[in-house]
């Protein structure tokens, strides 16, 4: 009886979880820096207005609490599949715009409206999407199983780049950049056709309706201090993150002079390392706690971040690989814990509203800090990619920008949330070794 496995009708349902999660990854994976870097500069969209649209992703995430209204259904699976059908048709739309014969000036207002029109509604029922499905996973088994889901992207994600990358770099050489985009368009709409079964087969636990209104429910998680705590690390993190994260698309492709398959071999080697760390940090997070977890991956993204500050043309393609294999280490755990320490420290008929509202502030803070940083690369860049009579490139400063936030990051972690109390846990479903 003691190896007994306990069935809960939710197994195919978490593995399908998994599937998703991944499918989703591609997506996000076919337009998002270099690739979207790759459109953008066809249809004669500046660098500076390239890293804003690569911020599209964190204000769409400002988005997530209106999915408050949504949270306290008793279904939200209609909702959420049919909100994720019309994003990733969306998604796939960017790949067809550049085909168009309008001018440039009307293909990039099309792409713009497209792209941010598309991550309004994937941040939309993103909140409600995770709380349905991380419902089906026991408390205790949460570092785990994230962890697995991560791996299984990330495997994915590295031979799916790899992929897109050598067709793109393929058609590119040739001169064919249409054919290109034809064929990411087909990729991008298989993948959301196998992304909406995954949906379409989940099961969904039953709950009463929430009769809390979005009006009273906010007003509520406004006076939780405890959550809005938590939601400053997320806040300053992803403004860190994001001054970052949005050039770097650019960078790679022009200062850097990286091709998409050095790029995407950079990727690989990221991957590798994020899942060698992914299950011994899920597993060193069940038992020590997110914030613990947390505060070693922020000293990991510090030395990242440290080593980028020195990152430039004539040694990028050493320096550039070792700060994107450490950042990498360092996200297996970050993303993880954002989400997790909503989780460890906040009841669970507030989790839909906890992390709705803490995705809108720190997605508006990164889109804050790609709009503020723009002007500053302008800047750099108009005089000759120098600053005060100092030779540097403008994602150097960023950089330097990153590691000072995530050293102020480790200090309030220290000081301010290890010290908050947790929450009372719920086991919710159980989840076994053999779910997966």
Not at 367 to 381: E, G
Request: with cysteine; net charge positive; hydrophobic share 50%.
């Amino acid at each position: 009886m003691k190896n007994e496995k306990v069935k809960d009708g939710f197994e195919l349902t978490r593995i399908l979880y998994v599937i998703e999660a991944a499918l989703e990854y591609f997506v996000s994976i076919a337009v998002g820096t270099v690739y979207l870097a790759k459109i953008t500069a066809y249809c004669g969209i500046s660098d500076e207005v390239t890293a804003i649209l690569t911020a599209f992703v964190s204000l769409g995430c400002s988005f997530q609490l209106l999915s408050i209204f949504f949270g306290g259904k008793a279904s939200v699976k209609g909702f959420v599949s049919g909100g994720h059908i019309v994003s990733q048709l969306l998604f796939t739309a960017l790949y067809i715009i550049p085909l168009l014969s309008f001018n440039d000036n009307i293909k990039a207002i099309i792409l713009i409206i497209a792209l941010l029109v598309a991550q309004i509604i994937h941040n939309l029922v993103n909140a409600p999407k995770i709380n349905w499905f991380m419902s089906t996973v026991k408390d205790q088994s949460r570092g785990r199983f994230t962890a697995v889901k991560e791996m299984v992207s990330l495997i994915g994600g590295t031979a799916f780049s790899f992929g897109l990358s050598f067709i793109i770099d393929k058609y590119e050489s040739a001169g064919n950049m249409q054919a290109a985009f034809t064929v990411g368009a087909i990729i991008l709409g298989l993948l959301t056709i196998f992304h909406t079964l995954t949906l379409v087969f989940s099961k969904e636990p039953q709950k009463q309706a929430s009769p809390v209104r979005q009006k009273g429910q906010v007003k509520k998680l406004l006076k939780n201090k405890t959550l809005l705590k938590l939601v400053l690390v997320a806040t300053l993190f992803m403004f860190a993150n994001y001054a970052t994260v949005s050039f770097s698309g650019t960078y790679m492709n022009g200062e850097l002079g990286f091709s998409l398959t050095f790029s995407s071999a950079v990727v690989f080697i990221g991957s590798i390392c994020r899942v060698m760390f992914s299950i011994p940090f899920g597993k060193f997070a069940d038992k020590k706690g997110f914030c613990s977890m947390l505060l070693m991956c922020f000293g990991i993204v510090a030395l990242a971040y440290a080593i980028n500050i020195f990152t430039v043309p004539s040694n990028g393609k050493i320096l550039y690989p070792v700060y994107y294999a450490l950042y990498c280490i360092s996200m297996a755990g970050i993303n993880s814990a954002m989400i997790n320490l909503i989780y460890d420290y906040v009841t669970p008929e507030e989790r839909t509203g906890a992390l709705a509202l803490n995705q809108s502030f720190s997605g508006i803070a990164g889109f804050l800090a790609t709009l503020a940083l723009s002007p500053v690369m302008r800047i750099i860049k108009q005089n000759g990619n120098t600053l005060f009579g100092i030779p540097v490139y403008a994602q150097q400063l960023f950089s330097l920008i990153s590691f000072i936030i995530v050293l102020i990051l480790i200090a309030y972690l220290l000081l301010v949330i290890r010290k908050l109390p947790r929450a009372n846990k719920e086991q919710v479903l159980p989840l076994n070794q053999s779910d997966l």
